[in-house]
């Protein structure tokens, strides 16, 4: 008797949609309880509900979710200080190749254009891969389409003006934003961002990548932004954290600041525990001020 066949590897598309559906649930925008359903899901990512299935197969299969029959996907509590499961792709995701070529500007290594035939010989990903990339990347602003073939890396932050001008604005807002009257913290999730800085602190410097402090970073400030409970600069710091993600790479690469950045995470995070967010919103001035001058 011939034995069952093995299921097929995930797709990239598939791994790519559990990670973000994952993050939703990590930063509760995706609560413990909450029944997941494929049309609703495939309606914000734009996609097939096939793919979401696949994604949702992931997840159970992580633990962060479970299928109960004739009731669908249900959201799973998540255990205090739980590491996060790694969800793995036989080949690199849109997300993947998207940090990759970041990565590889930055380092210099992508001279000329990006042209799409080159990058999938380059990574030995699929078109199909390259091109949600690339979107993604111009839907960012990081890259524009050439006048003639391929596409082009904007300057964005990459000048010392513009990285002022970024500087500056994010002091007034996300200051502004632990002051807000509808400012709402989390403590579960101030208790995981606390663990996730200490547990960075512990790892030596050569085990730290760029995009690893990058998105910690970016999970930092945007927590802050959402716990303001103003929309809007949510969005705005969302946007900027894009903008400058270019620059924060090379910043990584040039001064390493992110151990004492990290510690002023740690310091924002205590005074916000404690319930003085004066004090917050002033050791967070100091933080950026203090990355302004080190760029």
């Not at 690199?92 to 590889?104: G, N, Q, V």
Request: glycine share 4%; proline share 6%.
């Amino acid at each position: 008797m011939p034995s069952p066949a093995s299921p097929a590897p995930p797709t990239s598309l598939q791994v790519d949609l559990a990670r973000r559906i994952a993050q939703l649930i990590y930063t509760r925008d995706i609560q413990a309880g909450d029944h997941l359903s494929e049309e609703p899901l495939a309606r914000q990512f734009q996609v097939s509900r096939t793919p979401i299935r696949g994604a949702l197969r992931l997840l159970a299969d992580k633990g962060l979710i479970t299928y109960h029959p004739n009731r669908g996907y249900r959201v799973n509590a998540l255990p205090a200080n739980a590491p996060r499961p790694r969800i793995e792709s036989q080949e690199p995701t849109p997300d993947e190749l998207y940090r990759r070529l970041l990565d590889d500007h930055v380092a210099r290594q992508l001279p000329g254009p990006l042209i799409e035939r080159e990058l999938g010989q380059r990574y030995g990903v699929t078109r199909s891969t390259i091109t949600k990339s690339l979107l993604r990347m111009s839907a960012d602003g990081l890259i524009e389409k050439r006048k003639g073939y391929g596409w082009q890396f904007v300057p964005s932050l990459e000048s010392p003006y513009a990285l002022a001008e970024s500087y500056r604005f994010r002091i007034a807002v996300e200051c502004a934003g632990l002051l807000e009257p509808e400012f709402r913290t989390d403590d579960a999730e101030l208790e995981r961002m606390r663990t996730a800085h200490e547990q960075l602190l512990t790892r030596p410097g050569a085990a730290i990548s760029a995009t690893d402090f990058f998105a910690l970073n970016t999970a930092f400030h945007e927590m802050l932004a959402r716990f303001s409970g103003n929309r809007f600069i949510l969005q705005a710091i969302q946007q900027q954290n894009q903008l400058r993600r270019l620059e924060e790479h090379a910043a990584f690469y040039r001064d390493a600041r992110f151990v004492a950045s990290s510690q002023e995470h740690l310091q924002i995070i205590a005074a916000l525990k404690a319930g003085d967010r004066d004090w917050a919103a002033q050791l967070l001035r100091h933080h950026l001020k203090t990355s302004l001058q080190a760029s």
